[in-house]
């Protein structure tokens, strides 16, 4: 009995590694190389749920937005998948080759950590830099006075309702009123919105539009710096932590002399902004006319089902689909309550979310894909779907229902092992084909438990094997990944198949006596074969450089003569006839330089 938990126990670590293999924590960057003043966009995304999520140092580069959060949900036949996804506007501040960190998460108590990436910032645009936060010291940015510039320049947490129904959508906006110029900022902390389940809305600027507006009596320069839409999770007053950034901000400065007081004299100064905490009044749904069917939609929907077909044969498949569409929580819909008939095999759904996200809130449409099996022939009632949701405008439940379909399911050509009930309201059971057979009264052809195959020795090592393979399958995808990692490499490797394929065109056309296709496709097949093997992109290919780079390699002196003699010697034949040497040596001579470059790099 041991071999047995040891083998189950070499399953389950199989299948532990197998899911953590399955566990994708990735960065990505819109841009491997930017100029000084140009923006880029760093993506880190996982395709699980996480404990936490802890951003890289972003040392070298200015963060103008982020992190900017974004989930995605997919439900096929019973597995969902979540995708998470944390993304930073950054720019290029100084010229320079950099290396963002990894960002680090934890899954099921075990860290995961991002691959590094490497940035290479050439000559832009001028940026102006903000030295103290890499030195530690800033000689030209003052500490700014708190009272005097918080009159100028402020945040605000804007939010479109402060009054709602729980799962009812609001819209905060961090608003910027200043009246300085902003050389720069920097985003220290965004508010956890614990209570909420929030949606960015992506369509902001990455370098806020400003307009004139007047607050409290007051010209100010407006800006949005974020949107996010919020969905309450629960009832009560929940707070919206504040929203922290610092600004580098020209202030006037006192007049040194005649020349500063004609044109004016001003200084950068740092001041870090936050944003008021803002109150959420939650209000729970009420109880009063709830119906059955609520599941906890809140907005504005409509609903509609149809079917690809009303006819069809047992065992044939039938798609059932629900289209929801409005505006409210639509990512947060549950699984409709659906009701089919008793022989019919159904599978869960798979949905399919499109959606919106603006300042006026979440909308578009989530739709359910249910496959149905009928099992049976007959004629068969799909009901109405309902569905209910809560409407915040009316304080209303509303209840809809779809259309029901009628059925009708014929024979199918693999309904012979189907047993079904005798008519006039017989109870016996009529056999049809062998799924079912009458009690045996003859002692039939049995065996002994010694015989069976569970317990012997194939048994543990067919058991065995499968782990075996699987990991043996892993290492080997592991060692394939590592060796087509190297792009250069792989080219070398591959350098002699494509001039193969270059000769073999060559020597068609030495059979079919074409001499000006056949010397351009020798000349084509070594320059090719060149390019390649010393990694030369094919325009900068020339005699010289071949030359020299064959020469660094230690390549025979010999060989190398025989290469550029050939190479001439093709380049001569596409525009005058050669006599001194037949075609078929040419093309031999050719494969003999290929084998001996070959052997000797």
């Known amino acids: 009995m041991k071999i047995k938990y040891y083998i189950l126990t070499l399953l389950l670590f199989c299948t532990g590694s197998l899911f953590a293999q399955n566990v994708k924590f990735t960065a990505s960057v819109s841009k491997s190389e930017v100029g000084t003043g140009e923006q880029f966009q760093v993506d880190f995304t996982i395709n699980t749920n996480i404990e936490g999520f802890t951003p890289p140092n972003f040392s070298g580069f200015q963060v103008l937005s982020g992190p900017n959060m974004s989930q995605s949900m997919t439900s096929i036949n019973g597995n969902t998948t979540v995708s998470n996804s944390y993304s930073y506007i950054l720019m290029a501040v100084k010229e320079g080759e950099y290396t963002i960190g990894p960002a680090v998460t934890e899954v099921n108590g075990r860290k995961l950590s991002t691959n590094p990436i490497k940035i290479k ?41 402060t009054n709602v129904y729980q799962g009812e959508q609001l819209t905060l906006t961090y608003r910027l009123y200043t009246r300085l110029d ?34 409290k009596g007051e010209r100010y320069e407006v800006a949005d710096l974020k949107q996010t839409i919020l969905f309450p999770e629960h009832s009560g007053n929940i707070t919206i932590d504040p929203f922290l950034v610092t600004f ?17 004299s001003f200084k950068e100064v740092k001041y870090q902004a936050k944003s008021i905490p803002v109150v959420i009044h939650v209000k729970p749904l009420p109880d009063a006319g709830k119906p059955d069917s609520f599941t906890g939609a809140v907005g504005s929907f409509k609903i509609d089902a149809s079917i690809d077909k009303t006819e069809l044969k047992a065992n044939d498949a039938l798609n059932y689909k629900v289209k929801v569409s409005g505006s409210g929580n639509i990512k947060l819909l549950k699984t409709l309550n659906t009701s089919f008939p008793a022989d019919f095999e159904k599978y869960d759904p798979k949905i399919t979310d499109t959606v919106n996200e603006t300042e006026s809130g979440v909308s578009g449409t989530r739709i359910y894909n249910y496959l149905l099996i009928p099992r049976h022939q007959g004629e068969y009632d799909i009901d109405g779907l309902k569905f209910s949701y809560f409407n915040p405008a009316t304080n209303r439940y509303v209840s809809l229902s779809t259309k029901p379909f009628h059925i009708k399911v014929d024979k199918g050509v693999n309904e012979s092992n189907v047993t079904a009930f005798s008519s006039g309201g017989k109870e016996d059971i009529k056999t049809l084909g062998k799924d079912i057979r009458y009690i045996k009264t003859d002692d039939g052809s049995l065996s002994k438990t010694d015989d069976l195959f569970f317990g012997s020795a194939l048994y543990y090592s067919l058991l065995l094997l499968g782990p075996v ?7 080997y995808r592991n060692r394939l990944i590592k060796y087509n990692s190297d792009i250069v490499k792989v080219k070398s490797r591959r350098a002699s198949k494509i001039a193969a394929k270059h000769l073999a065109n060559a020597q068609k056309q030495l059979a079919a006596n074409n001499q000006a296709a056949f010397y351009e496709d020798v000349f084509k097949g070594l320059y090719g074969y060149l390019s390649d093997k010393l990694n030369i992109q094919y325009a900068n290919l020339d005699r010289e450089t071949i030359a020299s780079v064959l020469k660094a390699k230690s390549l025979n002196e010999g060989v190398i003569n025989r290469l550029l003699d050939t190479l001439d010697l093709c380049e001569m034949a596409r525009y005058a006839p050669v006599t001194h040497i037949s075609k078929q040596e040419v093309f031999e001579k050719a494969k003999g330089i290929i084998n001996d470059i070959e052997n000797e790099i």
């Open 469 to 475: 393979l699987a990991c043996g399958a892993l290492v």
């Open 248 to 264: 580098i901000a020209k202030v006037k400065a006192p007049s040194r002399d005649i020349m500063d007081q004609f044109f004016g």
């Open 182 to 215: 902003i050389e720069q900022f920097q985003v220290d902390k965004l508010p956890d919105l614990t209570g909420f389940w929030n949606q960015d809305i992506k369509t902001l600027q990455v370098q806020p539009k400003a307009h004139l507006e007047m607050y």
């Open 121 to 161: 910032v050439v000559k832009g645009r001028p940026v102006q830099q903000n030295n103290q936060a890499q030195n530690g010291q800033d000689n030209t940015v003052e500490q700014g006075n708190t009272t005097d510039i918080g009159k100028s320049l402020f945040i605000r947490a804007v939010v479109d309702k």
